[in-house]
């Protein structure tokens, strides 16, 4: 795997913790709560790598320039704008609804999981959408 591979990958991680949130969220409905632990984990173990991949590919490669022109650069402003605002917000929501979790304390986990969820899923998505408009349907030449 070299460098220019960790964007794709990246990707993969972020569309993979979207996956696992949505499935995890599906078994705490039907009150299947080990599942819901074991998809939650796996999100967030999932994100964790995620992190670390983005951290080390811009720390060697640095940014990359979005190359589209007209009103879909500003859509693109937009969602990275709103996603990486958010997936400052999420780091700390994620750590507070996993601690209120494994202290038993139900009540507030499923209080701050109704916002931590959302945003969450969002930064996710999100994330593969720039992925995809960066490298994918607007890639820099080479």
């Known amino acids: 795997m070299t460098l220019t591979d960790l964007p794709a990958l990246n990707a993969c991680l972020n569309a993979t913790s979207a996956t696992l949130l949505c499935i995890g969220y599906g078994f705490i409905r039907q009150k299947k709560i080990l599942l819901h632990r074991i998809c939650m984990s796996a999100a967030f173990l999932t994100s964790t790598l995620f992190l670390a991949s983005y951290l080390y590919y811009h720390a060697h490669h640095g940014s ?8 879909v650069r500003w859509i693109y402003f937009i969602i990275l704008l709103t996603h990486t605002i958010l997936a400052v917000v999420i780091v700390p929501l994620i750590f507070m ?8 304390k139900f009540d ?27 490298y994918q349907l607007y890639p820099a030449a080479q």
Do not use: C, N
């Open 97 to 104: 609804t996993f601690a209120r979790a494994l202290g038993g």
């Open 64 to 71: 990359t320039k979005f190359q589209g022109q007209g009103a």
């Open 108 to 134: 507030k986990h499923k209080a701050i999981a109704r916002w931590t969820l959302p945003l969450w899923l969002y930064v996710s998505v999100t994330g593969v959408i720039v992925y995809l408009m960066l």
